[in-house]
């Protein structure tokens, strides 16, 4: 049997009731088989970056999983697939996006995953909450970088 690892999901939303949204996924997550979730952030508001559309809500979470990364991006598009995610275009306003940030120590990239997360260092409103519930994997420079981004705690 696979040995847990500790995995990092972002979770994003901007169109209908964000927040309601974020809560929900939240549950979701906590619902899925083979993983607990650990830890949760605070929920943050963001403006859009490289996107259109209303401010986001956003959270990150820390999950305990025996999941393999492919088998745990599946269910998490499930659980976007029901809240109505549609992907017309790259970066289009979403009722809901659940993103890898992390998986353990892996390093990934193919067709489907690349890992770590490609522009999460680039992104206050996803370096803040990973910092709020994992400081260790945040350095300080990180967060400086872009500290000219807008987050806020909601």
Known sequence: MRAPVFAYIGLGANLGDARATVLQALNAIADLDGL?????SSLYGSAPVDAGGDDYVNAVVQVH?????????EQLHTIEDAAGRRRPFRNAPRTLDLDILLYDQ???????LVLPHPRMWLRAFVLRPLAEIAPELVSKQQLKAVADQPVWVL
């Open 36 to 40: 607990a979730l650990t830890r949760q």
């Open 65 to 73: 999983t025996r999941l393999k990364p492919h088998a745990l991006l």
């Open 106 to 112: 892996m390093v990934l990239n193919d067709a489907v």
